[in-house]
Structures are given as C-alpha cells and as structure tokens.
C-alpha cells in the first residue's frame, strides 16, 4: 500500500511539472517575432544605433527581426571622416552583433550628398577637386568599406537619393554631379560590384509614391539597367505618414518598379502620426499637443494595414522590409521635419511593447 502510495505520489508530481514545462506561463503569439509572421513573405529588418545594441532593445531585435542596418554608423561622413582615417568602431560592433546572432545586413550607404565628409569635395587649399580625384576617392572609399564587410553585408544601398525633389530637375544638383556628371552614379556601382560581386546593390530613394518623381527613379534605374551597370534592386524608403499614400498611390508605385525586373526592397519604412511635410522647419506655437492620441493610433493602424496589404500583394517582387528605427521610444522623426516635435511611427511603443498596428499587420 505504501509503495504504491510513493509511486502514485512521484507519477503525480511528474505529471504536473511535465504540464507545466510544456505550458509556460506565457500569452499566445508570445514565441514568434515579426521575422517569423512573414517568413514566406520577406525578411523583416530595422534601422540601428550601436548604442540600441547595447540596452533592452537588443532583446527585442533579435525576437523580431532577421536583418538589420545601420542607421549611421556606415555613412560616408562617420565613417570616413578624413581622407586617411577610417572610423570603424561603430560600424564594426554592429556588424559583430549581427554575426552573433545570425541575421544579415543591408548596407547604408556609399555615395549620398548628405552627411558626406567636408574633405571630399575639396583639396588642401579649399578648391573643388577635378573629377578625376573625386571619382578616385570615391572608388578607395567605396572598395575599402565594402571590402572590409564582404560576406557580412549582403547587400548595399550604393547610391542614395540622387533624384531632385524639384518636378522640372532629374538629378539633385550635389557636389557629386556638379563635379562629376550623371557618370559618378554608374561608378559608384562599379566599383561597389568589383569589390563584392555577391553582394545586392541597390538604388535608394524617398518620396517614390509621388508620381513626378516616381518617374524619374524608374528611368534612372531603368537606365543603369539598360546601360549594363552592376545594379540589382530598387529600394524605396517608405518614410510615409497617417494620410499618405494612398491606395492607389502605392499600387502604382509597386506595380511600375516590379516591371523593371530587379527586386524592390522597402528600405527604411515609418509611418508618421502627423501630415507629411519634407522639409525641415521649426515647431510653432500651436504644435504644444504631441501626443499619441486614439485618434492619431487608429488612423496609423488603418495606414499600416494599408501598406502590408499592398507589401504582400507584391511579395514575389518585394524581398525585404526594413523599418527606419527600432520603437518610439525615439527615431529620426523626433527631430524631422519638426524639431524637438515628438512622433510614434514605430510598431513598438516606448516601452517596446508591441502597438496596435503590431498585431493588425501580422494578422
Ligand atoms: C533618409 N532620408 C536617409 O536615407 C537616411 O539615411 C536618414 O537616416 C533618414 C532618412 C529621407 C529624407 C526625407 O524623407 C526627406 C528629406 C530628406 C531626407
């Protein structure tokens, strides 16, 4: 009787603790990440600081996303500060995490008229260099940067935003086609596939939904292309907000650029709580109310359902999906085009909970 009191009371035990492994206490969807919802439809990244990866937004990185880029660290101007001084630090910690927990990289960016370095454009005495050194410098950046994390980067974004924003410009009037013509475009990829010819290049770019200058980047893409220019996918920024685009907007947007037969990636994706503006201003009086109101939430949700929608409607075209900052615990749009306005265009709130838009767009 006793012994099989013992044996019943053990069998009893094992029972119970087995039920409560196999039953952590823990809510559904809980296990699986962003990366892990969309895993038949695209990779899912987003944009970091080397500074993120050292808090509690690591955690969170690695549960939800399987790539990652950097938002600064690999510019031209941080990273090559000077003609003979690169600044690694930065860079290489990020692409070290992304090797220690597997996820890949996409490469931002080689060539951009922003955040370049000052020395670039000029020689000792302060003149406009020629174009023979200025494409020169750009070839030694370009084959030292993509050297240096070949086989970690899949994938560069090697000329950015080169299109104008005026509607009767095509190119942006930069130092770079001031001093060197529409040529330094093709270069730059030239010399990105010499020095990596596995990796993906791409042309980045905002405002892709504006017709006007939707044009524009489909004929300079499609011009590379027709050129026989080492160029293998079209990334679109998708810095988008509550009341833009439209439906219809970002239908024609996917559908013209999948016609060119490269892959789309959507590069640096957020969707502002405020009107689109873009240019930079300061905040005014009346912009005192910041914040994330049921109002601002629901109009948010319904335009991030809106892109998915259309995301996945094209997902044979689209590869990836990268979101321009981890949560709204703070991003870029904190400070543009409105300075010091706060904003919440992430899936993640401020204390890396996940938003409404979360659980409606992996629905
Ligand atoms: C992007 N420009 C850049 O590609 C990225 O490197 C930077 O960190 C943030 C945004 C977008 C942009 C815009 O939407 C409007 C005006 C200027 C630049």
């Given at each position: 009787m006793k012994k099989i009191l013992i044996a019943g009371t053990f069998l009893l035990v094992y029972i119970l603790s087995s039920f409560i492994i196999s039953h952590p206490l823990k809510k559904e969807?809980?296990?699986?990440?962003l990366k892990d919802y969309f895993a038949k439809y695209f990779t899912i990244g987003v944009a970091v600081s080397p500074r993120a990866l050292?808090?509690?937004?690591a955690g969170l990185i690695v549960k939800e996303f399987n790539s990652i880029t950097p938002e600064n660290a690999m510019k031209m101007g941080p990273i090559h500060p000077r003609e003979n001084e690169y600044y690694w630090k930065d860079a290489d910690s990020i692409a070290a995490f992304a090797r220690r927990n597997h996820i890949r990289i996409r490469g931002h960016n080689l060539c951009w008229h922003s955040q370049a370095p000052r020395w670039i454009f000029t020689n000792a005495t302060g003149d406009t260099v020629s174009k023979e050194i200025l494409l020169q410098r750009l070839k030694d950046h370009i084959t030292t940067v993509v050297n240096r994390y070949k086989g970690t980067i899949y994938a560069w974004d090697v000329v950015n935003e080169a299109i104008s924003d005026k509607p009767d410009e095509y190119l942006r009037n930069s130092p770079w086609l001031r001093i060197c013509g529409e040529e330094y475009i093709a270069k730059a990829f030239q010399y990105a596939h010499e020095a990596d010819p596995d990796a993906l290049l791409f042309y980045n770019d905002y405002n892709e939904i504006n017709p006007v200058k939707r044009e524009k980047i489909y004929r300079l893409v499609k011009s590379l292309k027709d050129a026989g220019v080492p160029i293998h996918g079209i990334g679109l920024?998708?810095?988008?907000?509550?009341?833009?685009?439209s439906e219809e907007e970002l239908n024609k947007t996917f559908k013209q650029f999948s016609s060119l037969g490269l892959t789309i990636q959507v590069t640096e994706l957020d969707i502002s709580v405020?009107?689109?503006?873009?240019n930079a201003r300061e905040r005014m009086a009346e912009e005192q109310n910041t914040v994330f109101t049921p109002e601002k939430e629901a109009a948010q949700v319904e335009m991030y359902k809106r892109c998915f929608a259309v995301f996945k409607k094209y997902r044979k075209n689209i590869s990836s999906v990268t979101f321009w900052n981890i949560s709204d615990r703070s991003s870029w749009l904190d400070n543009f085009p409105v300075r010091g306005r706060k904003d919440y265009?992430?899936?993640?709130?401020?204390?890396l909970q996940r938003k409404k838009a979360y659980w409606e767009v992996v629905k």
């Amino acid at each position: 009787m006793k012994k099989i009191l013992i044996a019943g009371t053990f069998l009893l035990v094992y029972i119970l603790s087995s039920f409560i492994i196999s039953h952590p206490l823990k809510k559904e969807g809980d296990e699986k990440g962003l990366k892990d919802y969309f895993a038949k439809y695209f990779t899912i990244g987003v944009a970091v600081s080397p500074r993120a990866l050292q808090t509690d937004e690591a955690g969170l990185i690695v549960k939800e996303f399987n790539s990652i880029t950097p938002e600064n660290a690999m510019k031209m101007g941080p990273i090559h500060p000077r003609e003979n001084e690169y600044y690694w630090k930065d860079a290489d910690s990020i692409a070290a995490f992304a090797r220690r927990n597997h996820i890949r990289i996409r490469g931002h960016n080689l060539c951009w008229h922003s955040q370049a370095p000052r020395w670039i454009f000029t020689n000792a005495t302060g003149d406009t260099v020629s174009k023979e050194i200025l494409l020169q410098r750009l070839k030694d950046h370009i084959t030292t940067v993509v050297n240096r994390y070949k086989g970690t980067i899949y994938a560069w974004d090697v000329v950015n935003e080169a299109i104008s924003d005026k509607p009767d410009e095509y190119l942006r009037n930069s130092p770079w086609l001031r001093i060197c013509g529409e040529e330094y475009i093709a270069k730059a990829f030239q010399y990105a596939h010499e020095a990596d010819p596995d990796a993906l290049l791409f042309y980045n770019d905002y405002n892709e939904i504006n017709p006007v200058k939707r044009e524009k980047i489909y004929r300079l893409v499609k011009s590379l292309k027709d050129a026989g220019v080492p160029i293998h996918g079209i990334g679109l920024q998708g810095h988008w907000a509550i009341n833009e685009p439209s439906e219809e907007e970002l239908n024609k947007t996917f559908k013209q650029f999948s016609s060119l037969g490269l892959t789309i990636q959507v590069t640096e994706l957020d969707i502002s709580v405020y009107a689109k503006e873009h240019n930079a201003r300061e905040r005014m009086a009346e912009e005192q109310n910041t914040v994330f109101t049921p109002e601002k939430e629901a109009a948010q949700v319904e335009m991030y359902k809106r892109c998915f929608a259309v995301f996945k409607k094209y997902r044979k075209n689209i590869s990836s999906v990268t979101f321009w900052n981890i949560s709204d615990r703070s991003s870029w749009l904190d400070n543009f085009p409105v300075r010091g306005r706060k904003d919440y265009p992430l899936l993640f709130d401020k204390n890396l909970q996940r938003k409404k838009a979360y659980w409606e767009v992996v629905k």
